[in-house]
């Protein structure tokens, strides 16, 4: 089992930044390539991006692109999601989500997940 918990959420002014973190507990971190996804209100959860386990591959949505970037550090057993630009459209739970297999968009492919932060961005 790996436990995954997120922080670092809020609200923010358009054109800000804040910076996500999730922190994993139980299995080695770094077997497992990490991703956070979103869940914007009426809509369906989607993929923000992904590192692999070494954290040198690294992809992101097209919304994104440019703006976010997702690192992670494996003796801390974490994974960062800085997130700079951010507009109303961003506003969303974010999760983090582990993947045994490898790095992928699907969420479907990812084993564990955690209890989401919510990012409000104010226009």
């Known amino acids: 089992q790996v436990q995954l918990v997120e922080s670092g959420g809020g609200l923010v002014q358009a054109g800000g930044s804040l910076r996500l973190s999730c922190v994993a507990s139980?299995?080695?971190?770094?077997?497992?390539?990490m991703g956070w996804f979103r869940q914007a209100p009426g809509k369906e959860r989607e993929f923000v991006a992904h590192v692999s386990q070494g954290g040198r591959i690294t992809a992101y949505a097209d919304s994104v692109r440019g703006r976010f970037i997702i690192s992670r550090d494996n003796i801390k057993s974490t994974v960062y999601l800085q997130m700079n630009s951010l507009k109303s459209e961003d506003t969303a739970i974010y999760y983090c989500?582990?993947?045994?297999?490898?790095?992928?968009?699907?969420?479907?492919?990812?084993?564990?997940w955690g209890q989401g932060t919510q990012v409000t961005v104010s226009s």
């Open positions: 989500a582990a993947n045994y297999e490898g790095t992928s968009t699907n969420q479907k492919e990812y084993d564990y």
């Open positions: 139980g299995r080695t971190f770094s077997f497992y390539a």
